[in-house]
Nanobody, 123 residues
Framework: QVLLVESGGGLVQAGGSLRLSCAASGRTFSSYAMAWFRQAPGKEREFVTSITWSGGSTYYADSVKGRFTIFRDNAKNTVYLQMNSLKPEDTAVYYC????????????????WGQGTQVTVSS
């Protein structure tokens, strides 16, 4: 198990940027593939992006490609989500997730979740 704590959410105008952070406890952070999901009000939780254990590969939902970047610092036990050119439809609670075995888009495959951080994009 790993404890995940997200931070960096807030209110931003459309076209602006935010950087989310997800700090993980424990000494085995590099053993986990990491992902970001989001859930907007009244909608299902959806995949945003993921990164493999070493950070060598990343994957993005089509809706965020070219605007969002995931990266990790294993020395700091932290994964980041840089969000640029934000749109009102990016408004959601953003969750960090970790898995020892999986780095795809299905949330059921992730064993560990953070509590979420709210991102609100005003038009």
């Amino acid at each position: 198990q790993v404890l995940l704590v997200e931070s960096g959410g807030g209110l931003v105008q459309a076209g602006g940027s935010l950087r989310l952070s997800c700090a993980a406890s424990g000494r085995t952070f590099s053993s986990y593939a990491m992902a970001w999901f989001r859930q907007a009000p009244g909608k299902e939780r959806e995949f945003v992006t993921s990164i493999t254990w070493s950070g060598g590969s990343t994957y993005y939902a089509d809706s965020v490609k070219g605007r969002f970047t995931i990266f990790r610092d294993n020395a700091k036990n932290t994964v980041y989500l840089q969000m640029n050119s934000l749109k009102p439809e990016d408004t959601a609670v953003y969750y960090c997730a970790a898995s020892l075995h999986y780095y795809g888009e299905y949330d059921g495959q992730y064993e560990n979740w953070g509590q979420g951080t709210q991102v609100t994009v005003s038009s």
